[in-house]
């Protein structure tokens, strides 16, 4: 089992920066990722991270402007999002371990944080 509990939501303004947190705990995950799901819309992928860190996947969408990374630490997943946009208005869940990277069949989710970006 892998318990995920996000932070770092909030309400921002178009072009600035916020930083979404996620600790895991139970057993390590072997791949972590990030999706979003706007009102009325499906979850979608944002991006992933294999917990070695070597391999980082991202939408298109974000490419650029987000980067996804995990300290060992603190068994912590960061999602570090620059230049928002009011698109990216989501409720952001972290997920770990999936067959499949992009889709959102992960065996385990977080309950999301909150990100709403004003233009």
């Known amino acids: 089992q892998v318990q995920l509990v996000e932070s770092g939501g909030g309400l921002v303004q178009a072009g600035d920066s916020l930083r979404l947190s996620c600790v895991a705990s139970?057993?390590?995950?072997?791949?972590y990722a990030w999706f979003r799901q706007a009102p009325g819309k499906e979850r979608e992928f944002v991006a992933a991270?294999?917990?070695?860190?070597?391999?980082?996947y991202y939408a298109d969408s974000v490419k650029g402007r987000f980067t996804i990374s995990r300290d060992d630490a603190k068994n912590t997943v960061y999602l570090q999002m620059n230049s928002l946009k009011s698109e990216d208005t989501a409720v952001y869940y972290c997920?770990?371990?999936?067959?499949?990277?992009?889709?959102?069949?992960?065996?385990?989710w977080g309950r999301g944080t909150q990100v709403a970006v004003s233009s």
């Open positions: 997920a770990a371990d999936s067959r499949t990277i992009h889709t959102p069949t992960y065996d385990y």
């Open positions: 139970g057993r390590t995950g072997r791949m």
């Open positions: 991270v294999t917990w070695t860190g070597f391999s980082t």
